[in-house]
Every structure is written in structure tokens, then in C-alpha cells.
């Protein structure tokens, strides 16, 4: 393969002052009446002054030395140089140079550690100056002339002219050469003298190291192997590859010295362009170079203006290393010097600027969607929409009415601005928190009515805009809303012969907040003298009743005679069955629920767990019956959840039996039942389950059994006992209704 290449070269040699004497003697070629000189460079790497000789053979006609011929001896200088200043003989002449040499394949060009020996023919027909370099090509042609005329049957032998003429033929076509190998010089440029440098380099990469297998013996296979005028050996073929490696031959011209590093050229584009929705690691584009000897490259990173949003690898790739900063509305291009440098000693490089434009993509807001947050439960879920909201004229500033949830993200680290708006574009008394909270604004609400159509509309920094609708109804009272509240319980809730806690929870409702409580259930219990009677408390049951087939449970179709004309009960005495009930498989709770959908729920069930408890076994035995009673509330509320999942509930810490031991009642479980409570409301209102918060609101805490409880120990009194349910119920259910409820102003 043709080496392309036209340079200058230098080789490091070591001077040497050789002095030639002409020593008598026979020999064909015959004599001379004046003296000839021959001077040239020897190459082999440079050839070292200790220990190199130079010697000029005269050869007979066959191109041998015979025995007694003429011989000479000198020195070289340290370029190589030699000069044979006084021959006393004229024809062909052989010139031998043995010495140690500097290796032109390592860098530095070391001393070789075993010596080497390279000829050249020459003919000497006058008494004149003559020059020959002296190399390993010279010493192939040399080996080559001789095998020629040794190998030849022909009477008389080719002569030693014509010999040389083929070998000199064989040399120059096997390598490609235009001039003799005599007259090159590795310190030289063109092409030819390149050649040199290549075969010669070449030849030591692919010879055995010399402290191994010694380099003159690796010659003697070459020159065998050229004897018949081809180079095809193993040794021939490695050495025709590393001739072909243009990066190989430049390092051999660095080693010797012969040229300097030629530094690589950047030849990529100077402007490059990125979208700035790119993601991290996106390619950019890609850094490109050459370089003259082919040396591998390395691209870097010099100067940034973008503070760090690109990265330069050393492979030349340019990617996104920070898309946060990626803004085409803020910044529209960056400027970067990058570098390309090879991997000598020192390196070569070359720098340039480049710059990369930041393209703008449209972007997109994120959809948005408006939500009723935990903290505003959706109490009238007949009537509301998921989109609708309400809140009383005199909450407090910050009071949270609904929530803007995200969707879709789109960009929306590009949001700038969130607003709540009407219709008209006109200023509303609501806000959007940095919780993307709708809150009532700093003005307050005043005696606003509403309802208001509202849009909470999110801006992005490049003007694009979502919306997502919502009604925020105010109300100044709660005149004209009738929340359905379904009492859930046993006999305390249902309250027999007397007033029952609803009369004084239904009162303040009506009073204080202008509420109209509607109870509802399936179960009639004493009303006088209000007449909203409906709840579902029934005598003697626990949770576990509640989830029970109606048809196991006689108590519920044992209830006494009452007034609701679709619904007459039986009496107990007539079995456990209700005909008036097509499907005894639903449980007590199923068939209440499928009568009317509640919007709050209260709770106070358990005493019946405990009734008949010892009071004595509650170390032993307490625990075990609260787990079983807190277990079936369990699945009362997932029941209620499952019917409604809105529905807002409220259980209670249930009030205390009566410790007098002639009644025998298991009034020290309660305080287990109650502290295990606290428990299970926290378990129900944590992120993994759905639906609104439960209260807990402690009935037990200031009931004293002596004074609050009737002549059974069980039962509320009508005096104190069921007015102070009532009255903590409401206090309990006020922030629910209200939001963070405050006495009205006065009508």
C-alpha cells in the first residue's frame, strides 16, 4: 500500500570518524592507476560509533570475495555518514557496515542490543568519487545479485552488472520505489525516503526482539527468503501490514526525530442546535477531527458560558447534562470552545468555538383537575357534584374549599402563575395556595351568596393556560340544607321510653346553626316531643349484629308496635322471620342502607359487648373481646363505605356501665375498648384508605355513671345523661359541617 506522504525527516545519529586504509592483495576486478572514494550514509536507525566498522570488499566477476582480494577499512560519523577517501582498485565493490544501531521503533530511538550488518554493491570503473547509502533495501538487492549469478547454470554466468540490474528491478517493484535504494536517505523527504523508513522500522516491529531471537538472524530469513527474487515469507507479510499503517510509519518519524507531532484539525461543524424540552443525556451532535499521522484523539470541554447544561465526551459526542436550565424564552444560544488533542507527548490540539441554539417547543400546561380534599367532605352526595364545593360566609381567610390536582405533568415545572377566576375574568374572594389549595382569599367572603361558577386557571411562562371547572356555593346559614344522619347503634342510640341524645343534637342544630338535621333508619325510637324518630339503634345488639342476616336476628323484628304504615313488625313471639322483608340473607345494615343513603354517620355501639362481662376476668379475657368487637366495627365501616363512599362518619369513645357490683356489669373493659378506638380511627384515616375522615369524639370522658346514667347503670338519663351525648355530638360535628365553623353573625 502506497504511503501518501511527502516529509522532511531527521535522523538522530551518533558522528563517527571512520578512516579507510587500502590493504594489498589479489583479487579479480583488477587495479587502479589512482585511487576512487565512496562516501554515503548507513542506516539502520543511525548505526553508533562504539564498536561499528565499515569495510570495503573488492568482488570478482561472480560477486564474491576472493581469497588475498583487496579490502579497506574506515569509520563513520555521527549522522552515519562514512567516507572511503583511497581504494586502490577499480570494479564491483561490496560495502559492509556491522555495528549496534539506534531502533527507530521505540521512542527515543534506543541502542540496539545486539549488532546488525548491511551491505551494498557498488562499482567502482574509475578513479573517482562515488556514493552509496548503505540500508536495508541495499542489503536485499546485494544478497539478491549474488544469488542470481550463484544460482545460474549458465557457462559463462550472468555478470555482476546484469545481476544487480534484476535485483535492483525486484527491489524497486516489490516496494514501490522510484529511485534506487542507494540513493535514499530516512532523513530526507519524499516518498521513496518514507519507504525506507517503513521497511526498516517495520522490519524491527516484526523481528523477534533482539534479546530473544537476535535481529541479524531475523535478516538472514529475510534475505533467504529474497534470494529468489520475492518477498512472500511470514516475516515479508507482517512487515507489508505495518508498511500500510500510516499511523506506525509517523511514529517512527517522531522517534528518530525525523518530524515533529503534526497536531489534529478540527473539522465538525461550528453550530449546532438543541430543543429545549431535550432530555438529560440527549446527543447534541458530535465532534469531528483528523490527523495527519492517524493518532487516536480525545475531545474535551475548554470554555462554558452555559454553566454546565452541556457535556463533552471524549469521543467528540456533545449531550445535555442539565435540562433544567434548557429555556429557549430565557436564553437562545451558548457559546463553547471544545479541543481535540492527540496522544503524543506533548500532544498535539486544535480549538475552535462552537455555538448551540436553543430551539423553542411549544409548551404544554399540565391538565389540571379540580377535587374536594379530605378536609372538605362531600357531605350532601345526592346533590353534589364532584366539581362542587361549599362553604359558610364567615369562614376564616385560608379556609381550604378544594383542591387542583395534576393530571397530567406536561411542563409543568413551567408553571407561572395560578389564578381562580369567573366567567367574566372578574376578581373572586378565592386563591390558589403554593399547595395548589383553593382557599378562601385574605378579603374573606363577607355575606357573598354564590354560588360561584369558578375556573382555576394554571399559566405557564410562555402564555399557554389549562382550566378545570368548579362551583363553590356560600352559604350564609344552613337553613336550607338538610344533611341525612343516620344514628348507628344499640339501645342507647335508640333510647327506648325516653328523649334519646338526638333531641338535643337535632335542637342546637336548629339553633345555634340554623341546620335541619334529617335522622333517618329503619328503627322508631322515642321522639317526644320532637318528631323526627328515625335511626337504626336496636336493643341488644353489638357490631357483629348489625352485619348479621335480618332472619338471625330477632331482636330486629321484635321491636314494639310503631307508626310507619309500609313497615309493621311482628311481635317476637312470632318466630325469628319478618314477611314483610323478602331477603332475610341481607344483613340488618344492607337493608337499612338500601332504604336511604346517609350523609354522616354516628356511632356508638360496644356496651353490648361488655354487658354481661365479669368484671373480675378482665385481665384475662379483655383483650381477646375488644380485638372481636373492634374487628366487626371494622367491617361495619367498610360496609357503610362500600354503600356510600362519601359518607362522613363519627364513632364514639361509648359512655361507662355502672360499677355497682350487685349489677355485675363489665364496666372496666370500656376503657380498653375505648383506648382501642383512638387506634383504629387513626388506622382508618391514614393515606391507604379511602373516603372522608373519621372523627372520634370522646363519650366517655366527664360521663359520670352516678349521675348522667338511669336507675339500670346503662341507659342515659333524660336529665343530664342524654343532653350531654347530644351536646358533644354537636360540638363534635360542627367543624364538619362548617369548616372551621364559627358562630354565625346575627340575622
Known amino acids: 500500500m502506497p504511503i501518501h506522504k511527502k516529509l522532511g525527516f531527521f535522523v538522530v545519529q551518533i558522528v563517527s570518524i571512520l578512516l579507510l586504509t587500502a590493504c594489498g592483495g589479489g583479487g579479480g576486478g583488477g587495479s587502479a592507476p589512482a585511487t576512487a572514494s565512496v562516501s554515503g550514509i548507513a542506516q539502520k536507525g543511525a548505526f553508533i560509533k562504539e564498536g561499528t566498522t565499515v569495510m570495503a570488499y573488492q568482488l570478482d566477476d561472480v560477486a564474491q570475495r576472493p581469497a588475498g582480494g583487496n579490502t579497506a577499512t574506515g569509520t563513520m560519523n555521527d549522522n552515519g555518514q562514512f567516507s572511503i577517501p583511497a581504494l586502490a582498485w577499480t570494479g564491483w565493490t561490496e560495502i559492509v557496515v556491522t555495528g549496534k544501531y539506534a531502533d527507530e521503533t521505540k521512542a527515543g530511538a534506543p541502542v540496539s542490543g545486539q549488532p546488525i550488518t548491511l551491505t551494498a554493491l557498488i562499482n567502482i570503473d574509475a578513479p573517482s568519487s562515488f556514493t552509496s547509502n548503505i ?96 518477498l512472500d515469507g511470514a516475516l515479508a507479510a507482517d512487515i507489508d501490514t505495518r508498511i500500510a499503517d500510516t499511523a506506525f510509519v509517523a511514529e517512527l518519524q517522531r522517534n528518530t526525530g525525523a518530524t515533529s507531532n503534526q497536531p489534529p484539525q478540527l473539522t465538525s461543524a461550528t453550530t449546532f442546535s438543541v430543543s429545549e424540552a431535550a432530555a438529560n ?23 462554558d458560558d452555559s454553566n454546565g447544561i452541556f457535556a463533552v465526551a471524549g469521543s467528540g459526542e456533545i449531550t445535555v447534562k442539565d435540562n433544567t436550565q434548557l429555556d429557549a424564552e430565557t436564553t437562545t444560544s451558548y457559546t463553547l470552545t471544545v479541543k481535540v488533542e492527540d496522544n503524543q507527548a506533548p500532544a498535539g490540539s486544535d480549538s475552535q468555538a462552537i455555538t448551540i441554539t436553543v430551539t423553542d417547543v411549544a409548551d404544554v400546561p399540565p391538565v389540571i383537575a379540580f377535587s374536594r380534599p379530605a378536609s372538605v367532605p362531600k357531605l350532601f352526595a345526592s346533590s353534589q357534584a364532584d366539581n362542587e364545593t361549599q362553604v359558610l360566609s364567615w369562614a376564616a381567610p385560608g379556609t381550604v374549599v378544594g383542591k387542583v390536582t395534576i393530571i397530567s405533568a406536561g411542563d409543568s415545572a413551567a408553571v407561572d402563575v395560578r389564578t381562580v377566576t ?41 402564555g399557554d393556560s389549562n382550566a378545570a371547572d368548579f362551583t363553590v356555593t356560600v352559604h350564609r346559614d344552613f337553613s336550607l340544607l338538610e344533611p341525612r344522619v ?63 342476616e335480618i332472619g338471625a336476628n330477632p331482636h330486629y323484628c321484635d321491636i314494639a308496635e310503631n307508626e310507619r304504615g309500609d313497615f309493621p313488625f311482628v311481635n317476637f313471639s312470632h318466630v325469628a322471620s319478618c314477611p ?28 353490648n359487648d361488655f354487658f354481661g362481662k365479669d368484671p373480675a376476668k378482665v385481665d384475662t379475657d ?126
Open 135 to 230: 540500508n536495508i533495501l541495499t542489503h536485499l538487492q546485494a544478497v539478491r545479485t549474488k544469488a542470481i549469478i550463484a544460482g545460474s547454470s549458465a557457462d559463462p554466468k550472468p555478470s555482476v552488472a546484469d545481476a544487480y540490474s534484476t535485483a535492483l528491478s525486484e527491489i524497486k517493484t516489490r516496494y514501490g520505489l522510484s529511485s534506487n535504494p542507494d540513493t535514499l536517505n530516512t532523513s530526507a523527504s519524499g516518498d521513496d525516503n518514507v519507504k525506507l523508513l517503513a521497511v526498516s522500522g517495520a522490519f524491527l516491529a516484526s523481528s523477534d526482539n533482539d534479546s530473544a531471537k537476535n535481529r541479524a538472524g531475523d535478516l538472514g530469513d529475510l534475505s533467504t527468503d529474497f534470494a529468489d527474487g520475492t
Open 580 to 607: 314483610q322483608i323478602t331477603d332475610l340473607k341481607r344483613s340488618v345494615l344492607e337493608y337499612s342502607l338500601a332504604q336511604q343513603v346517609p350523609d354522616l354517620v354516628l356511632i356508638h355501639i360496644g356496651t
Open 486 to 548: 343516620m344514628p348507628l347503634g344499640d339501645s342507647i342510640t335508640y333510647a327506648g321510653g325516653a328523649d334519646s341524645y338526638r333531641k338535643t343534637l337535632k335542637s342546637l342544630s336548629q339553633t345555634e346553626i340554623k341546620m335541619n338535621i334529617d335522622f333517618i333508619g329503619t328503627s322508631y325510637g322515642a321522639g317526644n316531643p320532637f318528631s323526627d324518630t328515625e335511626n337504626e339503634g336496636w336493643n341488644g345488639f353489638s357490631a357483629r349484629d348489625l352485619l348479621n
Open 622 to 747: 379483655g383483650a381477646a373481646v375488644v380485638d372481636y368487637a373492634i374487628a366487626s366495627l371494622g367491617r361495619v365501616v367498610q360496609k357503610l363505605r362500600d354503600v356510600a363512599p362519601n359518607v362522613v362518619i363519627s364513632i364514639a369513645k361509648i359512655i361507662p356501665l355502672s360499677d355497682d357490683p350487685a349489677l355485675g356489669y363489665g364496666y372496666n373493659y370500656i376503657p380498653l375498648y375505648n383506648t382501642a378506638l383512638e387506634t383504629f380511627v387513626s388506622d382508618l384515616n391514614t393515606a391507604g384508605n379511602s373516603g372522608n375522615p373519621v372523627t372520634l369524639v370522646d363519650q366517655y370522658t366527664d360521663f359520670d355513671p352516678a349521675v348522667d346514667l338511669g336507675p339500670d347503670g346503662v341507659h342515659p338519663n333524660d336529665t343530664s345523661g342524654n343532653p350531654k351525648i347530644g351536646t358533644k355530638w354537636f360540638n363534635a360535628l360542627k367543624p364538619i359541617f362548617g369548616i372551621g365553623l364559627t358562630p354565625p353573625p346575627a340575622p
Open 422 to 462: 369567573d366567567a367574566a375574568g372578574g376578581n373572586v374572594p378565592f386563591e390558589i395556595n403554593d399547595r395548589d389549595e383553593i382557599v378562601v382569599a385574605a378579603s374573606g367572603l363577607g355575606a357573598n351568596a354564590g354560588p360561584y361558577s369558578l375556573q382555576a386557571v394554571y399559566t405557564t411562562a410562555s
Open 281 to 303: 443525556g440527549s446527543i447534541v451532535g458530535t465532534l469531528t477531527a483528523t490527523d495527519p499521522e492517524s493518532d487516536p484523539v480525545t475531545f474535551s470541554l475548554v470554555t
